[in-house]
């Protein structure tokens, strides 16, 4: 456990305000407006709960980028979801965040409305005993996450065939955190002095994959906790970075995270899937950002023994959920939020999951935060 997490709640109002002062003292000797980007979807609900923004001064911004796997999920993907969904020897597989995340024309919410089998898990390898009660079925599992859970995907795939279970099978999404960071420090759209570097993603991966964004593109990066403390002392150190003119990623997060990451899950990964390109909502066909499932596990890959010819649909006019992940505007430039685009009816993946940005804006944003200033 980390020293934040065991701190009262005076204690942490009184960290916090030493950090911020020091942020202040920072950004007031740089000079200069200052945006800063978390790409992790419980740094954004912490850093919105804890109204982080609020107490931040006006020249430091703290900006959302892709880091809600279920927001950056394409189109064309929730309708192949859907077809297989419709099938009558299909059974799906499928967080309970999925559900609401709208396709072209429909979404899984719907289809299992009209009667499509579709089953609520709470980790990839409760599917296995759904295909073990369903033999007859083919038992697909929607995996769509980061590196944080495509090990447990990929877990799944070894599972079912050590059990012999042979109709269990991934419908795969996952995406990979490096190349699109890449992405977004080539887009000329998106403005960022440093990174908040996700934490959970880093305990899998390590911090030495992000080591190409100081070397290349001299841009620091901090890998983060998500105590309100432990982003704001990751912030400070971007800060100092950026008043000296330097660029080197650290971690702030060294209790949990390690230089090289977790191996045994990097091994699991590695034995089920390769990389691919892979299509980013908002972003486009990000170069080897994707995870597919290598030919030796062809066999529990749902798209090649059942693949089907879905046409693509348009993304939902007026949303602009791919801007808001890409840290060009915030939600509320957007001329659904808050109108048309709600939690309780969402047109935009953003507002849908948990840990989008449009959804902790629309919670979070205008209301009381756990310790920052009320509004």
Same mark, same amino acid.
Request: aromatic share 6%; with cysteine; net charge neutral.
């Given at each position: 456990m980390?020293?934040?997490n065991?701190l009262?709640?005076?204690?942490?109002?009184?960290?916090?305000?030493k950090?911020v002062?020091?942020?202040?003292?920072?950004?007031?000797?740089?000079?200069?407006?200052?945006r800063?980007?978390?790409?992790?979807g419980?740094?954004?609900?912490?850093?919105f709960r804890a109204?982080?923004?609020?107490?931040? =001064?006006?020249? @430091?911004?703290l !900006?959302? *980028?892709?880091?809600?796997?279920?927001? +950056?999920?394409?189109?064309d993907?929730?309708?192949?979801a859907?077809?297989?969904?419709?099938r009558?020897?299909?059974?799906?597989?499928?967080?309970?965040?999925?559900?609401?995340v709208?396709?072209s024309?429909s979404?899984?919410?719907e289809a299992?409305?009209?009667g499509?089998?579709?089953?609520?898990?709470?980790?990839?390898l409760?599917t296995?005993?759904?295909?073990r009660?369903?033999?007859?079925?083919?038992?697909?599992?929607l995996a769509?996450?980061?590196?944080?859970?495509?090990?447990?995907a990929?877990a799944l795939?070894?599972?079912a065939e050590q059990?012999?279970?042979?109709?269990?099978?991934?419908?795969s999404a996952q995406?990979?955190?490096?190349?699109?960071?890449?992405?977004?420090l080539?887009?000329?759209?998106?403005?960022?002095d440093?990174f908040l570097l =996700?934490?959970? @993603?880093?305990v !899998?991966? *390590?911090?030495?994959?992000?080591q190409? +964004?100081a070397?290349e593109y001299h841009?620091?990066?901090v890998?983060?906790?998500f105590?309100?403390?432990?982003?704001?002392?990751?912030?400070?150190?971007l800060?100092q970075?950026t008043?000296a003119?330097?660029?080197?990623?650290?971690?702030e997060y060294?209790?949990?995270?390690?230089?090289?990451?977790t191996?045994?899950?990097?091994r699991?990964?590695?034995?089920?899937?390769?990389?691919v390109?892979?299509?980013?909502?908002g972003?486009?066909v990000?170069?080897?950002s994707?995870l597919?499932?290598?030919?030796?596990?062809?066999?529990h890959?749902i798209?090649?023994?059942?693949?089907?010819?879905?046409p693509?649909?348009?993304?939902?006019?007026g949303?602009?959920?791919?801007?808001?992940?890409?840290?060009?505007?915030?939600?509320?430039?957007c001329p659904l939020?808050?109108?048309?685009?709600?939690?309780?009816?969402?047109?935009g993946?953003?507002?849908v999951? +948990?840990?989008g940005?449009?959804?902790?804006?629309?919670k979070?944003g205008?209301g009381?935060?756990?310790?920052g200033?009320?509004?």
């Amino acid at each position: 456990m980390s020293a934040e997490n065991t701190l009262t709640k005076a204690e942490e109002r009184a960290a916090a305000q030493k950090l911020v002062a020091e942020i202040k003292r920072l950004a007031a000797k740089i000079g200069r407006p200052l945006r800063y980007m978390e790409v992790c979807g419980t740094h954004t609900v912490s850093i919105f709960r804890a109204g982080l923004r609020q107490i931040l =001064p006006e020249s @430091v911004a703290l !900006v959302s *980028g892709p880091g809600c796997p279920v927001c +950056v999920t394409a189109d064309d993907y929730m309708d192949k979801a859907i077809a297989y969904a419709h099938r009558a020897d299909v059974i799906l597989t499928t967080f309970g965040d999925m559900l609401k995340v709208p396709g072209s024309k429909s979404s899984l919410a719907e289809a299992k409305a009209e009667g499509a089998d579709i089953r609520i898990v709470y980790s990839p390898l409760d599917t296995l005993a759904v295909a073990r009660e369903n033999p007859d079925k083919k038992v697909v599992f929607l995996a769509v996450g980061f590196e944080t859970t495509a090990p447990t995907a990929a877990a799944l795939t070894l599972a079912a065939e050590q059990q012999g279970l042979a109709n269990v099978y991934l419908l795969s999404a996952q995406k990979l955190v490096p190349p699109a960071l890449k992405a977004l420090l080539t887009d000329p759209e998106v403005k960022v002095d440093g990174f908040l570097l =996700p934490g959970h @993603v880093s305990v !899998v991966t *390590g911090t030495d994959v992000f080591q190409f +964004v100081a070397d290349e593109y001299h841009t620091p990066g901090v890998v983060a906790g998500f105590t309100p403390v432990a982003i704001l002392r990751a912030l400070v150190r971007l800060l100092q970075q950026t008043a000296a003119g330097e660029a080197r990623i650290e971690n702030e997060y060294e209790s949990v995270v390690q230089p090289g990451g977790t191996p045994k899950a990097r091994r699991i990964l590695e034995s089920v899937y390769e990389p691919v390109d892979a299509p980013w909502r908002g972003i486009g066909v990000i170069p080897k950002s994707g995870l597919r499932m290598k030919a030796a596990h062809a066999a529990h890959d749902i798209e090649r023994l059942l693949p089907l010819d879905v046409p693509v649909g348009d993304n939902h006019p007026g949303c602009r959920c791919g801007d808001v992940l890409r840290g060009i505007i915030s939600p509320p430039s957007c001329p659904l939020f808050a109108k048309a685009c709600k939690p309780t009816h969402a047109i935009g993946p953003c507002m849908v999951s +948990v840990e989008g940005v449009c959804a902790a804006w629309f919670k979070y944003g205008q209301g009381k935060f756990e310790f920052g200033k009320q509004k």
